[in-house]
Structures are given as structure tokens and as C-alpha cells.
């Protein structure tokens, strides 16, 4: 008997709304290219755009922007870009990593291997980080533009995709809250 839920039944895209913060001292709507490159991608997906705003690299700051999101029943999920890095200015880890209900650690452990393919050894440099909070997705990227599609592209983009099988993180939402 074949029942409407089963793992080979078709799925139906199913649009998110997503946050995008970029994280920098010096960036601006009109330089913001890691920005600009992920709000291209997730609207390209079919995903739809709930803000997008630029804070300096200041974890209070960052901090207040990722969680006026997580509170919010209407986004699912945050990217931020920039601040993972490991100068003096870098907050974002520390600014994000309180608010995580639970740390998606193959994240940025995969990230930093497919990253590895492209920049070499330089991506030990990268704190890239994801986890979940309040039943919202929210995944640290480095600020540039070749970490945002090496992110979205090869990670973010299908574990956002309720279609994405044997599993995805779309299909787990109602259930993050649960304790």
C-alpha cells in the first residue's frame, strides 16, 4: 500500500523566509557584494527575502539583529556574512553562538573541508558556525562573496529544500521546538 508520506512520494517546495546580516565595519548596501550574492541565491531558490541589514562588527549589535529574527515566527531562517574570522574585530561566532538553542557542528566542519578544496589551508581561518534556535535555522558565513555561494551552493541551499533527501532541516522545524 503506498501512503502519501512515504520517503518516495514527490515533495513540493516549500518557500522559507530568510534573514540576511552582513557583519562589517566597512561595508555598505552599495559594496555589499557577500550580501547581495546570498539574497540573489535564496531568491533564486524560491525562497523569499524577510530583511536584510548591515551591522558593524560589534556583537551587541549583531547579537540584537540575529535575535529580533530567531523571535520572529515568520522567518525560519538567518545567514550572516562576515565576522568569523579570527582578527580582532571578529564577533560573530561569540555574538551567535549563546543565542543556539543546538550547534549543527558538521556544518562548519564541512564547510571549512569543501572550503579547504578552493583556498587551501587558509580556511582554518574560518569560525563558520550553524545551529538552531527557537525552530530557526541560522548559519555564520565568512564575508566574502566565494564563502556565501561556496555556502549556499554546496550546504545551505538543498538542507533548505524540503525536497532534499534522505533528510533536511525544512522537515524538521515544527519539530526543533520540541524539548
Same mark, same amino acid.
Given at each position: 500500500?503506498?501512503?502519501?508520506?512515504?520517503?518516495?512520494?514527490?515533495?513540493?517546495?516549500?518557500?522559507?523566509?530568510?534573514?540576511?546580516?552582513?557583519?562589517?565595519?566597512?561595508?555598505?548596501?552599495?559594496?555589499?557584494?557577500?550580501?547581495?550574492?546570498?539574497?540573489?541565491?535564496?531568491?533564486?531558490?524560491?525562497?523569499?527575502?524577510?530583511?536584510?541589514?548591515?551591522?558593524?562588527?560589534?556583537?551587541?549589535?549583531?547579537?540584537?539583529?540575529?535575535?529580533?529574527?530567531?523571535?520572529?515566527?515568520?522567518?525560519?531562517?538567518? !545567514?550572516? %556574512?562576515?565576522?568569523?574570522?579570527? @582578527?580582532?574585530?571578529?564577533?560573530?561566532? $561569540?555574538?551567535?553562538?549563546?543565542? #543556539?538553542? =543546538?550547534?549543527?557542528?558538521?556544518?562548519?566542519?564541512?564547510?571549512?573541508?569543501?572550503?579547504?578544496?578552493?583556498?587551501?589551508?587558509?580556511?582554518?581561518?574560518?569560525?563558520?558556525?550553524?545551529?538552531?534556535?527557537?525552530?530557526?535555522?541560522?548559519?555564520?558565513?565568512?564575508?566574502?562573496?566565494?564563502?556565501?555561494?561556496?555556502?549556499?551552493?554546496?550546504? !545551505?541551499? %538543498?538542507?533548505?529544500?524540503?525536497? @532534499?533527501?534522505?533528510?533536511?532541516?525544512? $522537515?524538521?522545524?515544527?519539530?526543533? #521546538?520540541? =524539548?
Amino acid at each position: 500500500m503506498h501512503h502519501a508520506h512515504s520517503d518516495d512520494s514527490p515533495r513540493q517546495f516549500i518557500p522559507l523566509h530568510i534573514a540576511i546580516l552582513t557583519v562589517s565595519d566597512s561595508r555598505t548596501e552599495e559594496n555589499d557584494t557577500s550580501g547581495r550574492t546570498l539574497v540573489q541565491r535564496l531568491q533564486e531558490a524560491g525562497h523569499i527575502l524577510a530583511e536584510k541589514l548591515i551591522v558593524p562588527d560589534d556583537k551587541y549589535q549583531i547579537r540584537a539583529a540575529v535575535s529580533k529574527w530567531i523571535a520572529n515566527p515568520n522567518v525560519q531562517a538567518v !545567514i550572516t %556574512t562576515g565576522g568569523t574570522g579570527i @582578527t580582532g574585530r571578529d564577533g560573530t561566532p $561569540e555574538a551567535v553562538e549563546v543565542l #543556539l538553542d =543546538k550547534k549543527i557542528d558538521g556544518f562548519g566542519e564541512l564547510f571549512r573541508q569543501l572550503s579547504f578544496e578552493e583556498i587551501g589551508t587558509s580556511t582554518i581561518q574560518s569560525r563558520a558556525l550553524a545551529g538552531v534556535s527557537n525552530a530557526t535555522c541560522v548559519f555564520c558565513l565568512p564575508g566574502s562573496s566565494g564563502a556565501c555561494k561556496t555556502g549556499w551552493d554546496k550546504l !545551505i541551499q %538543498t538542507q533548505l529544500d524540503y525536497r @532534499t533527501r534522505p533528510c533536511n532541516l525544512v $522537515e524538521l522545524m515544527p519539530r526543533m #521546538l520540541e =524539548k
